[in-house]
């Protein structure tokens, strides 16, 4: 099997994470692979410390020739079986396989289905996907639900005392860009109704000042450290009490995957992906979207039964266990594959 990857994302997200993880993972396996992204110093350096060796290109806009003339020098030395693009802009300037190979892009939202027409199947990360899919006129035999997965992979906890954190404060975490879907306006809302309770926020965005300048009005900027994006996520985890996802718009929830696999209690409010994926109240908490005083008492409700944030986390790494290791998800791929390519010949 023969599979070659597109991807053309930013610098930071949570498509562009699981596509190094599935590249590397992939590695791994019997499968053969090429991969070229967008010129990035940082994706290539991960990728090539997975044993995979990334072509770069500019994907730039309209005007980009040098791109798709690339693109389709790369297909036409490997000759794949599998073309897998992630994304608009990878998408489109991949050709089609048109016999030759399968293409199939990938899909973590709800996207413009006009960048996705000469593609053969389309894989959704959540089975909402699949539906929107369909409900646009995707043939359903051609649009396929496959799963994420997040490492499991433990690290020593981040020293609370280099981020001036009492150590036997209650600390929340929290982690994603710095923007208006993630609601962490919201989440610094909510943290002002619960005294003593320490929040780090890990991530970067067109936000940062503005959520800054929220806290100090809050008279909570004590309690709140803004971490910048970082790398060493398991460490977080593993120095932090309950992780919470605030987001108001979240098509999967990649970061209720992590707290599951870190072990930890997961409180989240209720939209799309964390609503898909939470059971209220057994391996997680759900509230509203956009109610600081809900969340506020959720935060409330697991910080103060032991026991009960206890049973969130257990029940949590059961969900992550049963579904979503890298394991299970790699072996649905190559199961995928496998099965287009032999629908292709």
Known sequence: MRILQTMAGAEFGGAEAFFTRLAIALQKTDVEQKVIIREDRGRSRILRAGGVEPVQLPFGGAFDFRTKMAIKGEIRRFKPDVV??????????TPAGRGKFVKVARLGGYYDLKYYKNCDHLIGNTQDIVDYLVKE?????????????????????????????????????????????????????????VPNVYLWLAGEGPLRRPLESLAEELG???????????????????????????????????????????????IAADSLGPGTLIDHGKNGVLCPVDDDRAMGDAIKWVFSDESFAHQLATKGWETYQQNFTEK??????????????????
């Open 84 to 93: 897998l693009t992630w994304m608009n802009r990878a998408t489109k300037k």
């Open 328 to 345: 299970v998800v790699v072996e649905k791929y190559l199961e995928f594959f496998d099965k287009v390519t032999k629908s292709n010949t």
């Open 220 to 266: 909570i900027r004590p309690r709140v450290r803004f971490l910048g994006w970082r790398e060493d996520t398991a460490a977080l985890f593993a120095a932090s009490d309950v992780y919470i996802c605030p987001s108001r718009h979240e098509p999967l929830g990649n970061v209720v995957l992590e707290g599951w696999a870190q072990g930890r209690p997961v």
């Open 137 to 193: 006129g995707w043939p359903a035999d051609r649009a396929h639900y496959l799963p994420n997965f997040v490492t499991s992979e433990r690290a020593e906890p981040v020293s609370r005392m280099d981020l001036s954190t009492p150590e036997d404060a209650p600390l929340l975490l929290s982690m994603g860009r710095l923007h208006e879907n993630k609601a962490f306006d919201t989440l610094l809302r909510a943290l002002a109704r």
